[in-house]
């Protein structure tokens, strides 16, 4: 993911390119259904945050300026999109779901537990079940995107001292719990 | 000040560690020498929870190329994302024009402009003369191309939909389903018409259907409350009274039930969302819901019924599992 690439790309959007379209679909969904499932780990709800952001993206073709980054433009919108939905949803019952499928997933993770002390694996979908989403959105753009302090702290619109403590708690709490299975 | 630290799990509880590792600067630098001067196991400690801050990873699923490929299909085909190139969009002006000009006699009889539902949604389209249609989901309806003419009044469903149609007597409303003809002269009716089942129920008013030939000659006239179903194990039409409450529910995003049991419930989730829903245990088949479901997410739906019955379900993106706890 080339950021001048990804403004070349932009740039035929905006003359209505549709080809340039499905290209920039393909390259960013996987991306983002991680991202999104870190966040929200609802699948249907991610892939149709997804979609909301490239139909934003199409329709404002004209209107949209985007100077530096495409990508960052992408994760802003789609963080936003995952939040709405969530509010209008009850997330009571997502966090239902997550309970039982953490009950069918305990010996692949009392296999993680074993292994040695220097290699933290974080699994996306268990995160889900003892981190809260903040804390799984920085650990989410720090370890897997490797996005730096300033660039997170931008992003989640909080102070830089914040995301070193939710990196810190993340880690520790995904730790303990790794080790109590 | 004096912390203690004995394990690395200690440091990487320290978000002021964390921030060295992040963004060290001289300072920092300082303080975490100074630490390890006072605490030699920190000479051990600091290397040991960086290298394991270093190569923490974030695992996922990887996802598949379908799931892509339908997710964008999904947005070229709900017309929402309208994407010609501009050349393509000459052509097809230039192509609009010939086949208006050589296909203009047939062109009317066409059906056209098409609505159509995915799986959990419904839809309400209103039609140009007044009557208003409601597709349940994964539905179609479609209308002729009626421009510059009088109004039309006929149209094409597959699926289920709830008619309330204006009452016009000179010009009778006409719904083409893939069994028969229901000829109206202004009521309120549902159609379902799926491979599995074809049903016309009555609300209000009088309707005439004309089944096609093949099926049967002579048309059938229903009464209010009244349901005609197509019987597919005898190929024959039948007149019933309707006693299934849920018949219209579904524009309410509501499913009534009255001692349904789990193994019909789980049919309508199906219909409805597009999911398979597996019974673990037999005996949940026989397990009863009384009351109205809202029927607002497969979520919270869900929720619902593990707490009336107290199951559990474990879903996934097409198959939802219910079992005893």
């Known amino acids: ?181 | 000040m004096q912390k203690k630290f004995n394990h690395i799990d200690d440091l990487l509880a320290d978000s002021y560690f964390i921030e060295w590792l992040c963004d060290p600067t001289e300072e920092s630098d300082a303080y975490w020498s100074a630490q390890s001067e006072i605490n030699p196991n920190l000479r051990t400690l600091i290397p040991f929870a960086k290298n394991t801050f270093n190569n923490i990873t974030v695992e996922a699923n990887e996802v598949s190329n379908t799931l892509v490929d339908t997710a964008l299909n999904e947005m070229h085909r709900t017309g929402k994302v309208r994407i010609f190139n501009f050349k393509t969009a000459a052509f097809l002006k230039i192509a609009a024009v010939l086949l208006f000009f050589s296909l203009a006699a047939i062109y009317t009889l066409l059906p056209k402009n098409e609505f159509s539902t995915e799986y959990g949604k419904t839809m309400a389209v209103d039609l140009k003369d007044g009557s208003e249609v409601i597709l349940n989901a994964n539905s179609k309806l479609s209308l002729t191309n009626n421009k510059g003419k009088a109004i039309d009044r006929q149209v094409w469903v597959s699926g289920e939909a709830y008619f309330n149609v204006l009452s016009n007597p000179k010009s009778p409303f006409t719904v083409h389903t893939s069994r028969g003809d229901i000829i109206v002269l202004g009521t309120i009716f549902n159609v379902e018409d799926t491979p599995e089942s074809f049903s016309i129920y009555l609300e209000e008013g009088r309707i005439k259907f004309v089944p096609k030939p093949e099926y049967q000659k002579q048309s059938i006239e229903l009464d209010v409350k009244k349901r005609l179903i197509f019987s597919s194990s005898n190929e024959r039409f039948e007149l019933q009274d309707n006693n299934d409450p849920n018949i219209t529910a579904w524009k309410e995003k509501k499913i009534v039930c009255q001692n349904m049991p789990l193994s019909e419930l789980s049919k309508e989730i199906e219909a409805y969302y597009g999911v398979d829903v597996v019974l673990k245990q037999d005996a949940l088949a026989d397990r009863e819901l009384d009351g109205i479901l809202e029927n607002k997410s497969l979520d919270e739906l869900l929720l619902i019924v593990c707490e009336a019955l107290d199951i559990k379900v474990i879903s996934s993106k097409n198959s939802i599992e219910f079992s005893y706890y």
């Open chain 1, 1 to 181: 993911m080339n950021p001048e690439d990804d403004l070349g790309i932009w740039k035929r959007i905006q003359a209505s390119d549709s080809k340039a379209f499905d290209t920039l679909f393909r390259q960013y969904f996987n991306y983002l259904y991680k991202y999104g499932l870190s966040l929200s780990s609802n699948e249907e709800e991610t892939k149709d945050a997804i979609q909301d952001v490239f139909l934003g993206l199409w329709n404002n073709r004209k209107k949209l300026t985007i100077k530096s980054s495409v990508k960052y433009y992408l994760l802003q919108s789609f963080r936003r999109s995952v939040f709405n939905k969530n509010r209008s949803n009850s997330l009571v019952s997502l966090e239902e779901h997550h309970r039982d499928m953490w009950k069918t997933e305990s010996v692949e993770s009392s296999i993680m537990a074993r292994e040695s002390e220097d290699q933290l694996k974080f699994n996306i979908k268990q995160m889900a079940k003892v981190l809260t989403p903040r804390q799984r959105e920085a650990i989410f753009l720090k370890f897997y995107d490797g996005m730096d302090s300033d660039e997170i702290s931008q992003l989640m619109q909080i102070d830089k001292k914040a995301v070193y403590k939710l990196i810190s708690t993340g880690i520790t709490r995904y730790r303990k719990n790794l080790k109590k299975l």
